[in-house]
């Protein structure tokens, strides 16, 4: 492989030459001192680092523990949760390796780089993909929850992973512009326009597998709410289609404003837009892009109830904890060894009551009634 060799350079080829030498070749100076907009955008970034990791532990952590999450969507959600989480890991390691530290890379840390941060978000968008048509089969086999074995559900999410690795794979293991520099990409110097090009048109085609899923979902949810009116109320069929419309709305409008700029930006560095100064708004686009990986969890997870009380539980256990260990007070009262027995028996009781629910609603949701099973399981999942 043509990258950090020693001696003379391949004929053809620029495999001794420096991370510098590309980003000079490619008109893309790297700076000596940070700029205003470099301080910025790393402040910005790191920011948002630091809400997807917390957001996506949270998240993880909660479908973990409940065991009510324990069914093919919610492992779904928690292997999103885990790609948004490494989306988050990786940007901060770019973070910490742009700038005026870019020049310290040597060729094969420069691919790395770029490399964690094209599986991680190809990852995410695989992962989105993947909720989309697990939540059409649901909905079109008239199921409250997919009937996928966990062997089925692994494979699927081993698969994620593999396709997700290989996109991050590809530039390292020769799609790149070692050996052919009229064909280096603008906004990432080693990379081949060609790649670029073919990476953003794979994520567009994604996105639009993704709006005609949910749109077929809408469509026929909308079609059986029409009879669901004629034996339930108009405002249970007017719920549902409300609820529907929103949770689309959300999902293809987050797709759109945090993808489309970067989507489109790549397009024009790979088609060679000279005139379009695409490295005035990369790394803001990129940011951009790495904020879905925060709306996901958002999206996905805190439109559920049951999800947000899970959450909620968490984050008093960690009070509690750090109240205790650090000597701070907590809002968490601890009593007598008979109050915590009758705190224990209180639990045991809403536990009970809790599952109780849950197989009611269940049985509730397995009417045979097709309008009324619909209206289950949506308001189940929204």
Same mark, same amino acid.
């Given at each position: 492989?043509?990258?950090?060799?020693?001696?003379?350079?391949?004929?053809?080829?620029?495999?001794?030459?420096?991370?510098?030498?590309?980003?000079?070749?490619?008109?893309?100076?790297?700076?000596?001192?940070?700029?205003?907009?470099? *301080?910025?955008?790393?402040?910005?970034?790191?920011?948002?680092?630091?809400?997807?990791?917390?957001?996506?532990?949270?998240?993880?952590?909660?479908?973990?523990?409940?065991?009510?999450?324990?069914?093919?969507?919610?492992?779904?959600?928690?292997?999103?949760?885990?790609?948004?989480?490494?989306?988050?890991?990786?940007?901060?390691?770019?973070?910490?390796?742009?700038?005026?530290?870019?020049?310290?890379?040597?060729?094969?840390?420069?691919?790395?780089?770029?490399? *964690?941060?094209?599986?991680?978000?190809?990852?995410?968008?695989?992962?989105?993909?993947?909720?989309?048509?697990?939540?059409?089969?649901?909905?079109?086999?008239?199921?409250?929850?997919?009937?996928?074995?966990?062997?089925? @559900?692994? *494979? *699927?999410?081993?698969?994620?992973?593999?396709?997700?690795?290989?996109?991050?794979?590809?530039?390292?293991?020769?799609?790149?512009?070692?050996?052919?520099?009229?064909?280096?990409?603008?906004?990432?110097?080693?990379?081949?326009?060609?790649?670029?090009?073919?990476?953003?048109?794979?994520?567009?085609?994604?996105?639009?597998?993704?709006?005609?899923?949910?749109?077929?979902?809408?469509?026929? @949810?909308?079609?059986?709410?029409?009879?669901?009116?004629?034996?339930?109320?108009?405002?249970?069929?007017?719920?549902?289609?409300?609820?529907?419309?929103?949770?689309?709305?959300?999902?293809?409008?987050?797709?759109?404003?945090?993808?489309?700029?970067?989507?489109?930006?790549?397009?024009?560095?790979?088609?060679?837009?000279?005139?379009?100064?695409?490295?005035?708004?990369?790394?803001?686009?990129?940011?951009?892009?790495?904020?879905?990986?925060?709306?996901?969890?958002?999206?996905?997870?805190?439109?559920?109830?049951?999800?947000?009380?899970?959450?909620?539980?968490?984050?008093?256990?960690?009070?509690?904890?750090?109240?205790?260990?650090?000597?701070?007070?907590?809002?968490?009262?601890?009593?007598?060894?008979?109050?915590?027995?009758?705190?224990?028996?209180?639990?045991?009781?809403?536990?009970?009551?809790?599952?109780?629910?849950?197989?009611?609603?269940?049985?509730?949701?397995?009417?045979?009634?097709?309008?009324?099973?619909?209206?289950?399981?949506?308001?189940?999942?929204?």
């Amino acid at each position: 492989m043509c990258m950090d060799i020693d001696g003379n350079d391949e004929p053809g080829c620029y495999c001794n030459r420096s991370v510098d030498f590309f980003y000079n070749e490619s008109g893309k100076l790297i700076s000596t001192v940070w700029r205003t907009k470099d *301080l910025v955008v790393v402040g910005l970034g790191l920011t948002v680092c630091v809400v997807v990791i917390l957001a996506n532990v949270l998240v993880m952590a909660a479908i973990f523990i409940n065991r009510r999450f324990h069914y093919p969507i919610y492992y779904l959600l928690g292997n999103l949760a885990a790609a948004d989480l490494f989306a988050g890991l990786s940007y901060l390691y770019l973070m910490f390796h742009t700038g005026p530290w870019t020049s310290k890379l040597s060729k094969g840390g420069w691919f790395i780089r770029q490399g *964690l941060i094209d599986t991680s978000l190809t990852a995410s968008v695989v992962n989105l993909l993947a909720v989309a048509v697990e939540r059409h089969q649901t909905i079109f086999t008239m199921q409250l929850h997919s009937k996928m074995t966990n062997r089925r @559900v692994m *494979l *699927l999410i081993l698969g994620i992973w593999v396709v997700a690795v290989i996109m991050g794979l590809i530039p390292t293991l020769g799609w790149n512009c070692l050996c052919d520099l009229s064909g280096c990409s603008v906004m990432a110097p080693m990379y081949s326009r060609s790649y670029l090009v073919f990476w953003a048109v794979l994520n567009l085609v994604t996105f639009s597998i993704m709006v005609v899923v949910y749109l077929r979902i809408f469509l026929y @949810v909308r079609h059986k709410s029409r009879s669901m009116s004629q034996h339930t109320t108009q405002r249970k069929h007017k719920e549902t289609v409300v609820s529907l419309m929103k949770t689309v709305t959300m999902i293809l409008g987050a797709f759109v404003i945090c993808w489309t700029p970067g989507l489109v930006v790549l397009l024009l560095d790979g088609l060679k837009c000279t005139a379009c100064s695409v490295l005035k708004v990369e790394k803001f686009v990129l940011v951009l892009a790495e904020c879905n990986s925060v709306v996901n969890p958002i999206i996905y997870s805190l439109r559920d109830e049951e999800m947000l009380t899970t959450f909620k539980r968490i984050l008093c256990c960690l009070c509690r904890r750090g109240g205790s260990q650090t000597g701070i007070p907590s809002s968490v009262r601890f009593g007598t060894l008979k109050q915590e027995e009758t705190d224990k028996v209180e639990e045991t009781r809403q536990s009970t009551e809790a599952h109780q629910d849950v197989h009611f609603t269940e049985s509730t949701c397995s009417v045979t009634d097709t309008a009324r099973h619909l209206y289950c399981t949506f308001t189940a999942f929204h």
